[in-house]
C-alpha cells in the first residue's frame, strides 16, 4: 500500500473520512498488537508469539487458516467487540519520510489504497487542518493516538525481549481438519509453561518488572481462545455453504422458468403455425 506524508503544503485544504470497511484485512490471520491491548484481547483471542529476524513480536490470531481473519463478515465489517490498535488509527499511519535526512523520525501519513483522504470527499468528513494550518482538533487526536501505539511498542519490546532473553518459547504448531484435508498454521510460538515455573526468582523478577510476565500469562490463558476461532470458523463455513446451495437453487429454478418459457413459446408458434395451414 502507498503511504502519502501529510504535509501543509500539499494538504492545506484536504479532508479525512473513517474507514467504511475492513475488507483490506481479510486476509490477516495474525495481527500485531500492544501489551496495552491485552486486557482487551486475552477474553476473545489466542494472543501468540511470532519470531521474525531473531526478533520476537506479540499478535492475535484472529483465523484457524493462513490469510482468513475471521473477525470481519463478507461485507468487510467488524463483527467482534475490540478493534485492535493497529486497524482503528487506519488510514493514517507514523512512518519515515523517505525524503528526510532523518531516518528515525516519523511523521504523520496516510494510506492512499484506502480512500478515506482526499482533496474533495462527497460525504461528510473532517478536514486535515484548521484555518491557522494546524492540525484540526480531530487530526490531533488522531496524531496523538499513533504516537501513544509508537511508545507502548518501545514497552511491549522490552517486555518481549526479556521473555526471549528467559529462553522459554516454544513452537506451536496449530492443525485444523477439513473436508478436503488438514491445514496447519506455522511459525507460531507459544510460552513453554514448565520453563516458565522454573525460571529463578531473578528472571522472574525481572519479568515482573518490564511486564513480560503479563505477557506470559495472556498466552497461556488465551489458548482457550481456539474454541472460540472454531466456532467463527463452523459459522462461516455454514454461512457460505448456505449461500452455495441458495445459489444452485436459484440456478435451478433460473433453468426451470427458462425451460417452461420456451416450452411456451414452441406451444405458441405451433398453434400460429396450426391456424396458418388450416387458412
Not at 511470532?50 to 493462513?66: A, H, M, R, V, W
Not at 513452537?171 to 513453554?192: A, H, P
Request: with cysteine.
Amino acid at each position: 500500500m502507498k503511504v502519502i506524508p501529510i504535509s501543509k503544503e500539499n494538504h492545506s485544504d484536504w479532508s479525512y473520512v473513517g474507514l467504511s470497511s475492513y475488507q483490506h484485512t481479510k486476509n490477516d490471520a495474525i495481527v500485531p498488537i500492544l501489551m496495552a491491548e491485552i486486557d482487551r484481547i486475552i477474553s476473545t483471542n489466542p494472543i501468540i508469539f511470532i519470531e521474525n529476524d531473531e526478533k520476537l513480536g506479540l499478535y492475535s490470531l484472529q483465523g484457524l487458516l493462513p490469510n482468513m481473519n475471521l473477525m470481519i463478515n463478507n461485507q468487510g465489517k467488524w463483527t467482534q467487540n475490540y478493534i485492535p490498535a493497529r486497524y482503528r488509527s487506519l488510514p493514517f499511519v507514523l512512518a519515515t519520510d523517505s525524503n528526510s535526512k532523518n531516518t528515525e523520525e516519523k511523521v504523520l501519513c496516510f494510506i492512499e489504497d484506502l480512500n478515506c483522504v482526499a482533496k474533495s470527499i462527497n460525504r461528510k468528513s473532517t478536514k486535515i487542518f484548521n484555518s491557522n494550518e494546524d492540525l484540526s482538533e480531530d487530526m490531533n487526536r488522531v496524531f496523538e493516538f499513533l504516537k501513544s501505539i509508537e511508545q507502548n511498542e518501545l514497552v511491549t519490546q522490552k517486555a518481549l525481549l526479556s521473555i526471549k532473553e528467559a529462553d522459554i518459547i516454544e513452537d506451536w504448531s496449530l492443525s485444523i481438519k477439513l473436508s478436503d484435508g488438514e491445514r496447519t498454521m506455522k511459525g507460531l510460538k507459544k510460552i513453554n509453561i514448565k520453563k516458565l515455573k522454573s525460571l529463578s526468582g531473578k528472571i522472574l523478577e525481572k519479568l515482573n518488572i518490564t511486564g513480560g510476565l503479563d505477557i506470559c500469562f495472556a498466552n497461556i490463558l488465551s489458548l482457550n481462545n481456539i474454541e472460540n476461532l472454531k466456532q467463527l470458523l463452523i459459522s462461516r463455513t455454514q454461512s457460505i455453504q448456505k449461500k452455495k446451495e441458495t445459489n444452485e437453487n436459484k440456478s435451478l429454478r433460473d433453468l426451470t422458468l427458462e425451460k417452461q418459457s420456451k416450452e411456451k413459446k414452441e406451444e405458441m408458434d405451433n398453434l400460429v403455425k396450426n391456424l396458418l395451414l388450416e387458412d
